[in-house]
């Protein structure tokens, strides 16, 4: 893998010092979300990864290329686009999400991963410095895209000063279905875990018992997680 020089404007928008952070004594998180690249694939190819080109879009995260009422799509000049390659934006129904991550010092050497809150797609595959890390598919409910956290194991490139993310998102032909406006991509962090932290944690006071009741869930870096009360 061999990093590709970036744009005066892509350094800016992906500088990680001025995004938001939330920390606790097992894990932190920086906020990923905001400009990222966007290209588009057309239905009859597969590439395995993002054309390397001199055009580059620009879409917002989180958000969806077909969701143009709500999220527009931008080439390098910072023009509103509707079409690419001569092509309307709604006909296409697979895209590339691209940014890349300049690693804290901090998450060096770390059990480190890239965090996607939800996926609004049919399916997704995630890849970090060229290499499949994770792939999702969605498990419809009566309301259309279900919502779950979707954790991509990036520790592998921990030692690496910059990694490259590209996610492939896959639709399904619709056409004016009730989630046409929804989101591909929400609340994108990349996260910094010790090798067991806790999540979901809740605490329960009774003045009457004089006790106190902590319920939390208990994950490993392999995201198994288990239920503890104390």
Known sequence: FGAESLTAYENGIWD???AEKNSSETR???CLNGIWRFYPQEADKSELLPPQNDDKYYGRVPGRWLSSRYYKIYNSSKREVTSIKGKPLNIYYNGWYTRYIKIPDSYSNKNIYLAIK???ANSARIYANNK???TYADRKNSNGFTSRYTYADITEFNKQKVIKIDILISLNKYV???FADDVSLMDVSL????DIFTRDTLVRTSVK???VKIMSTILNKNNQDRKSVV
Do not use: A
């Open 209 to 211: 018992e004089k006790k």
């Open 16 to 18: 990680l010092s001025g």
């Open 191 to 194: 996260q910094k875990y010790n």
């Open 28 to 30: 932190e998180k920086i």
């Open 118 to 120: 939800y996926i609004g």
């Open 132 to 134: 499949l890390v994770q």
């Open 176 to 178: 004016n279905k009730p």
